[in-house]
């Protein structure tokens, strides 16, 4: 779905479809469920062997995001994370502060807040909703030592 309407995509702006946007474009589709950097779409794809370069890779990311294919994030880091643009899947993101890992948060009260906007005039482009705090598998691992909490 997404390699083709791509295609459809780039003939309309006049690009065409390179066999490094398609492996990028299918590096997230196969991990759907990370919020992958530039870097790691790099090493996924060195690893496969595929001769892709680090620049590329950049280029071929911002192409995908102005495009609509992905979804630019910022969790602190000082990085960008990605993710596919789900148009239909609104959804925001939990960040662990201890172990660092990203939850993705599907609740429908964040898509009644849209609509709440909606209602009011406001015309919704997007937003993007994180939350900071300590996941269930840290905070366990902190009960059982407290000196690891601070």
Known sequence: MYIETLKKELKERKYRMTPQR???????????????????VYRILFSKKHSVSKATVYRTIDLLVEFGFLRRLEFGEGIYRYELAKKDKLHHHFVCKICGKIYE????????????????????????????GICPKCARKSKKNPLRRK
């Open 105 to 132: 948060i599907k609740e429908s009260y964040l898509e009644n807040l849209k609509n709440s906007l909606e209602n009011q005039g406001f015309v919704f482009e997007n937003f993007d909703l994180k939350i900071y």
């Open 22 to 40: 398609e492996l990028v474009l299918k590096v997230f589709m196969e991990h759907d469920a990370e919020h992958l950097g530039a870097d790691d």
